[in-house]
């Protein structure tokens, strides 16, 4: 949402997408009938994206729900990372 060919859509394109979806491509349309604010709110937040600090980042970090599953690789990938050890 950050790479320019989104962020070079209009405000009203990008609506249109959350808002109706794109067809055959497994994006769904999220917005209900008539106007919707939630979307229009979405459209605020991925103008934001491109300028946002990484205490920003890992502020939002906090609200990615994560399974026990993805939290045990992620744990995995940093032992990894860190101590170039594999553990299961």
């Known amino acids: 949402m950050r790479q320019p060919e989104t962020q070079n859509l209009t405000d009203g394109e990008i ?3 959350i808002h109706n979806g794109i067809r ?3 994006m769904p349309g999220w917005g209900g009938p008539g106007k919707d604010d939630d979307s229009w709110k979405l ?3 991925i103008r934001h994206l491109v300028q946002m ?3 920003e980042m ?3 970090e906090q609200f990615n729900p ?3 599953a993805d939290r045990s690789e992620e ?3 940093q032992r990894f990372l860190n101590e170039g050890k594999y553990k299961r």
Do not use: C, H, L, W
């Open 53 to 55: 600090t990484p205490q």
């Open 24 to 26: 055959i491509t497994g």
């Open 43 to 45: 459209v605020i937040f």
């Open 66 to 68: 994560k399974s026990a």
């Open 75 to 77: 744990a995995d990938e």
């Open 15 to 17: 609506y249109n997408i």
């Open 58 to 60: 890992r502020e939002m």
